[in-house]
C-alpha cells in the first residue's frame, strides 16, 4: 500500500475528484480526514468507506472559513496525531469573464479556490514542519496556465494556486515538504454535468466541453485521484513546486 497509516485531509471530498481521491486513497492504506459542505454526501462516502477497513473521520465546514480550517487540523491531530497529506482540492466554478463577474463573485471564488489553500496549509504546515515531513497537493486547472474564456475569475483563482504553490515549495523544501499541483482540463464530475444540464442547449454544452481536448473526450476524476496518488505518495519524493497539467492534448 503505497499510503499505509498515512493521515491525509482531503477538502472537497464529497463529490468528483475528491470522492475518486478518497477511494483511491483508501484503498492504499490512507486514514483519511475528508472535508465538505455537503454533510449528507460526507456520509454516504464514509458508509462505503469503512466497510472496507478505511478509517474515516468525516468533517463538515467550508473551508473558506479561517475557524473551519483549524477545527480540521485540530481534530486530525488530535485523533491522528500527525498529518502527512494535504490535498487542497475544494473549488467552485462561475462562468464569465471578468466584465461580468460582481464583487461577490470575486470574492466567494477567491475564498474557496485560493484562500482556503493557503488557510489549510497555514494550520498544517506547522505540525508538518515538527515531523521533519509532509506532502501537500492543490488543485489548479489549465485555466491557470492558459487562461480560459468565460471563465475570468476561475483562471485568475487557478493561476493563483500555481504561485501558492511554487511559494510554499521554495519556503519548505528543506524542511521535508513537498508542494506540488495538479492542472486538469476538463474533468467529468458532478459539478460539470450540473453546469451542462443548465445550459440552454446541453448537448452542444457537452459537445464543446469535449472538443476543446484534442484527445476528443474529457478526462475521469480517477485519472485526476491518479496522478494525486503519484504526488502523494513516495514515488514522487524527488519532486516539488511543479505544476503537472492533464489537458487531453489541450497544450499541443
Known amino acids: 500500500?503505497?499510503?499505509?497509516?498515512?493521515?491525509?485531509?482531503?477538502?472537497?471530498?464529497?463529490?468528483?475528484?475528491?470522492?475518486?481521491?478518497?477511494?483511491?486513497?483508501?484503498?492504499?492504506?490512507?486514514?483519511?480526514?475528508?472535508?465538505?459542505?455537503?454533510?449528507?454526501?460526507?456520509?454516504?462516502?464514509?458508509?462505503?468507506?469503512?466497510?472496507?477497513g478505511a478509517m474515516v473521520l468525516e468533517i463538515t465546514g467550508d473551508v473558506a472559513d479561517p475557524a473551519v480550517c483549524r477545527k480540521v487540523v485540530d481534530r486530525a491531530a488530535n485523533q491522528f496525531g500527525r498529518i502527512d497529506i494535504l490535498f487542497n482540492n475544494a473549488g467552485i466554478v462561475l462562468n464569465g469573464s471578468l466584465l461580468e463577474c460582481t464583487e461577490g463573485d470575486w470574492d466567494r471564488t477567491m475564498g474557496v479556490n485560493l484562500k482556503s489553500m493557503y488557510l489549510m496549509c497555514r494550520e498544517?504546515?506547522?505540525?508538518?514542519?515538527?515531523?521533519?515531513?509532509?506532502?501537500?497537493?492543490?488543485?489548479?486547472?489549465?485555466?491557470?496556465?492558459?487562461?480560459?474564456?468565460?471563465?475570468g475569475v476561475y483562471s485568475v483563482s487557478k493561476a493563483g494556486v500555481i504561485g501558492l504553490t511554487r511559494s510554499l515549495a521554495a519556503d519548505f523544501v528543506q524542511e521535508g515538504i513537498r508542494v506540488n499541483c495538479i492542472c486538469p482540463a476538463t474533468v467529468d464530475t458532478p459539478s460539470l454535468r450540473q453546469r451542462i444540464a443548465s445550459s440552454p442547449d446541453p448537448e452542444a454544452a457537452l459537445r464543446a466541453f469535449i472538443a476543446r481536448?484534442?484527445?476528443?473526450?474529457?478526462?475521469?476524476?480517477?485519472?485526476?485521484?491518479?496522478?494525486?496518488?503519484?504526488?502523494?505518495?513516495?514515488?514522487?519524493?524527488?519532486?516539488?513546486?511543479?505544476?503537472?497539467?492533464?489537458?487531453?492534448?489541450m497544450k499541443l
Request: glycine share 12%; proline share 3%.
Open 213 to 249: 481536448q484534442p484527445m476528443g473526450r474529457i478526462a475521469r476524476a480517477e485519472e485526476i485521484a491518479s496522478m494525486a496518488l503519484y504526488l502523494a505518495s513516495d514515488d514522487s519524493a524527488f519532486m516539488t513546486g511543479q505544476a503537472i497539467v492533464m489537458d487531453g492534448g
Open 1 to 52: 500500500m503505497k499510503l499505509h497509516r498515512k493521515v491525509t485531509i482531503i477538502t472537497g471530498a464529497a463529490a468528483g475528484i475528491g470522492e475518486a481521491a478518497a477511494r483511491l486513497f483508501g484503498r492504499e492504506g490512507a486514514r483519511l480526514v475528508l472535508v465538505d459542505v455537503d454533510a449528507e454526501g460526507l456520509g454516504k462516502l464514509t458508509e462505503e468507506l469503512e466497510p472496507s
Open 124 to 151: 498544517a504546515i506547522p505540525l508538518m514542519r515538527k515531523q521533519g515531513s509532509g506532502c501537500i497537493i492543490n488543485m489548479s486547472s489549465i485555466a491557470g496556465t492558459n487562461g480560459i474564456p468565460n471563465r
